[in-house]
C-alpha cells in the first residue's frame, strides 16, 4: 500500500494545505478498505461463490430451451449432452429447474431481507433513539416476536393462507425475520445517540427523523450492510424449508420444491443423484458463500480483525 509522503519544508502561516488531510480523509478510507478488501481471501470467495450463482441464475435459463415444469424428456435419464443435469421421474429438464431456483432464491432472499431490514432499522433507529415509553414498547414488541418459534408460525400461516407468488412468501418471512437485527441496531444507535456530533445536530435544530438519516444511519451503514447480508441468508434458508415442506408457491420452481419433489419421488432410493444434490448444493452454496462473505466485510470494516 502506497504511503503519503509528509512535507519536509514547513507550511507558511494562512495557507490552505493545512485542511488538506480532512479533505482527502473520506477517500484515504474508502481506498484503504478497498485494499483490505480485495485482500482479505474470506470475502473474494464468498463473493465469488454468490456472484457465480447469481450470473448463473439471470443468464443459465437462456441456455435451454427447456421449461422447468415442461414434461416429454426421458424419464430418470442421467446428465447428458441433451440434459445436462439430467431428467426427473416425470420427464422434466433438472438444469432448468436448478436456474430457475435460483432466481427464485435469490429473490425471496432480497425482497424478504429488505422487508425485514427495513423494519428492523425503523424499531432499532427509534426505539434506540427516542428511549423511555418509545424504547420499552418497541422492546417488548421485539422480545415477544424473538421468542415466537418463527418456523413453526410460519408453517401456520403458509399452509392456512396457501402461498401462491414468491412474493407473498416473501413478504411473509420479511415480516418474522427482523426480531434480532432490531435488537442489535437498537444498541448501536443507543450508542451513538449519546454522540457528541448527535447532541450538536439538536442544537442546530434538526428534528429526530432528520438526525437518524442524516447523522446515524450514515455511521452504520456497514453495519446495516452485514446486517442485510445476514437476513439475506437466513429468508434463502427459511424459504427453502418452507417449500421442501410442501409449503412454498407451487406455480414457481424453487430449489425447496426440488428438494420437495426428488424426496417424494424416492429419488434417493432410486440411485437419481442428479435430481436432490444440485438444489442441495445450490442452498448451501448461497447460505455458506454469504456468511464467509460476511465475517469477510467484517474483518474489512474493523480494523482490529483485519489479516496481517
Known sequence: MATTELPTEPLSTGTAPALEPAVLRPRRARNEALYFAFRNRKLVVGLSVVLLLLVLAIVGPWLTDAEPFEFGYPTGESPSRD????????????????????????????????????????????????????????????????????????????????????????????????????????????????????????????????????????????YLFLVFILLF???????????????????????????YTAVYASALQLGMWWWFIPPGIGITAIVGGLYVMNVGLDEVFNPRLREK
Open 83 to 222: 440434459n445436462w443435469l439430467g431428467t426427473t421421474a416425470a420427464g422434466q429438464d433438472v438444469y432448468s429447474q436448478f436456474v430457475h431456483g435460483l432466481r427464485s432464491s435469490f429473490f425471496v432472499g432480497a425482497v424478504a431481507g429488505g422487508v425485514a431490514a427495513l423494519i428492523a432499522m425503523t424499531v432499532g433507529f427509534v426505539g434506540g433513539y427516542r428511549g423511555g415509553i418509545v424504547d420499552d414498547l418497541l422492546s417488548v414488541l421485539t422480545n415477544v416476536v424473538l421468542v415466537v418459534p418463527t418456523l413453526a408460525v410460519l408453517i401456520v400461516f403458509a399452509a392456512y393462507l396457501n402461498v401462491g407468488s414468491l412474493l407473498a412468501e416473501a413478504a411473509l418471512i420479511g415480516v418474522t425475520l427482523w426480531p434480532w437485527a432490531a435488537r442489535a441496531i437498537r444498541a448501536q444507535t443507543f450508542s451513538l445517540a449519546t454522540r457528541e456530533f448527535v447532541s450538536l445536530a439538536r442544537l442546530s435544530g434538526s428534528g429526530g427523523p432528520r438526525i437518524i438519516v442524516k447523522e446515524i444511519a450514515p455511521n452504520m451503514s456497514s
Open 233 to 259: 441468508g437466513g429468508a434463502v434458508l427459511t424459504a427453502a424449508t418452507l417449500d421442501f415442506l410442501g409449503l412454498g408457491p407451487s406455480q414457481v420452481m424453487s430449489l425447496g420444491q426440488m428438494m
